[in-house]
């Protein structure tokens, strides 16, 4: 298995210097000798006996070489006069790796740079993209193979396009040509990466997920693990234009690395547009409404749970299409992966119930959307607390500020939509999306001037909100 970071340049399974490596004895025999390249090169580590080493091991290949044993004491040579190449360690108490990648950047300097670290070979690789890195190399060093490296990184200093490919799930197809465009999206356990794939006419956009396994503590890495792969067992399993399509995923063979390649939607989050709330009139508000709540249904149909509908995991396009993602805490038929007393999703958007149990179903996705709904066609949000118990206690025993008395002219039909999502027990919600899609339908049919509550009782025509 590979990661490419550039077309030509692959980090290597296993790069490992021979015995007595610090000295590079052993193997300098077989590696020939060039002394016609006068290329500079900035090595950076703080461990001096492998700089030293490393340094007189490039020396005899011909480079004239600079060491720094911290990234700060590295800008400061890079200030002074610029190298043709710099290599350098991750970790540096003074100054790391990244800090320093980061400083090159700052500068505009387009100086390649080779990263070594110790770190799991694709996380490091995925940092290395991130932050415009070369490409990486894997401790203890091959000395051969770093000189391959380093030859073929300053062939192409002018190439620096970053190609990301994985091994993919248990059937060992190969996902080739994913070009890293830059970064989508980061949280606590994992990076979303613009990727393309194919070229002219043909390249097209995906999104593509990794998640991060070094910040796990060593019980929770499984957990998190299958709940990675969970998410895309969950969204692979329906087919929705409203529902965010999976191209690939699995855990790469050689590291436990998970990874989803989804189709990318080129827009912005519900969360962008509430914050703009003069773009949209109502009218406009429950079209998207509408197909939100059919993409509900079309999961619900499969008893499959979403347990996280939030406004930053619904993406419009500029065709105003919503489209539903991140299906990480999605809940499968006969799934035992969470346990009952584990509470999943965000606080402010979760159900009454959710904040008791994660074995919840279609109803608490009803009131989860509701929540968002009230905040799309309302502006803020419907439950707002200093602190988590507080806000529990807010889902759990009181009511929202009534639309209409927030509202001037609020539609009476969409308050009663709203109020009949927000019920406190499962039972007295809405017991399908489809039932939510069918009343704002006819909402908008009417010109939201009608009251959906004739076929349900609810108190008469006029909506009832306590």
């Known amino acids: 298995m590979g990661i490419l970071i550039n077309p030509h340049l692959t980090i290597r399974n296993e790069l490992r210097m021979p015995k007595n490596a610090y000295k590079f004895q052993g193997n300098l025999n077989k590696v020939p000798m060039e002394t016609e390249c006068k290329e500079r090169i900035l090595l950076v580590d703080d461990d001096e006996t492998l700089l ?15 060491e720094a044993t911290s990234g700060n004491s590295a800008i400061a040579i890079i200030d002074d006069s610029i190298p043709d190449l ?86 060992g197809r190969i996902l080739g040509g994913y070009r890293v465009v830059r970064v989508l999206g980061e949280g606590s356990f994992g990076t979303v990466f613009l990727v393309e794939k194919g070229n002219g006419e043909e390249r097209k956009k995906y999104a593509l997920k990794i998640l991060k ?8 890495n499984r957990d998190y693990m299958e709940r990675f792969i969970h998410e895309a067992e969950a969204a692979s399993q329906v087919v929705h234009p409203n529902i965010i399509e999976i191209v690939e995923f699995g855990i ?31 009218c406009d508000k429950v079209k998207i409404l509408i197909q939100i709540a059919g993409s509900l249904g079309a999961i619900h149909d499969k008893k499959i749970y979403h347990r996280d509908i939030k406004p930053d995991n619904i993406i ?26 584990m509470v999943l999703g965000t606080p402010s958007y979760l159900s009454p119930e959710g904040f008791m149990t994660a074995k919840v179903d279609n109803r608490s996705d009803i009131f989860s959307f509701g929540v968002v709904a009230y905040e799309f066609l309302l502006g803020k949000k419907p439950f707002i607390a200093e602190n988590l118990p507080h806000l529990a206690h807010l889902v759990n025993a009181e009511r929202p500020i009534e639309p209409r008395k927030a509202v001037d002219n609020f539609p009476v039909g969409l308050q009663f939509v709203l109020a009949k999502m927000l019920r406190k027990r499962p039972k007295d919600r809405y017991q399908s999306a489809h039932e939510v899609v069918r009343d704002l339908k006819e909402l908008l049919e009417s010109g939201l001037t009608c009251v959906p509550s004739k076929r349900i009782d609810d108190g008469g025509d006029v909506p009832s909100w306590s």
Do not use: W
Not at 121 to 140: F, M, N, R, T
Not at 152 to 161: F, H, T
């Open 52 to 66: 030293s080493a490393l340094a007189q091991y490039l020396e005899l290949l011909g480079y004239d070489v600079v």
């Open 86 to 171: 710099v290599v350098s360690d991750v970790e540096m108490p003074d100054g790391s790796g990244v800090d320093l990648l980061r400083s090159i950047r700052e500068r505009d300097l387009n100086i390649p740079v080779i990263i070594q670290t110790g770190r799991p070979k694709i996380e490091a690789a995925v940092e290395c993209v991130k932050l415009g890195a070369s490409d990486y190399l894997s401790k203890p060093v091959d000395p051969i193979i770093i000189k391959d490296m380093i030859r073929d990184v300053l062939s192409r200093k002018d190439d620096l396009s970053n190609t990301l490919t994985i091994r993919a799930d248990d059937r």
């Open 213 to 220: 396994t070094h910040v796990l503590r060593e019980n929770e």
């Open 252 to 282: 790469a063979d050689e590291e436990p690395i998970p990874f989803i390649v989804m189709g990318f939607v080129d827009g912005r989050s519900l969360g962008d547009l509430i914050h703009d709330p003069d773009q949209l009139n109502y």
């Open 316 to 341: 419009i396009d500029g065709n105003m299409k919503p489209v539903l993602t991140d299906f990480g805490v999605a809940r499968l038929p006969e799934s035992e992966l969470t346990m009952t007393n």
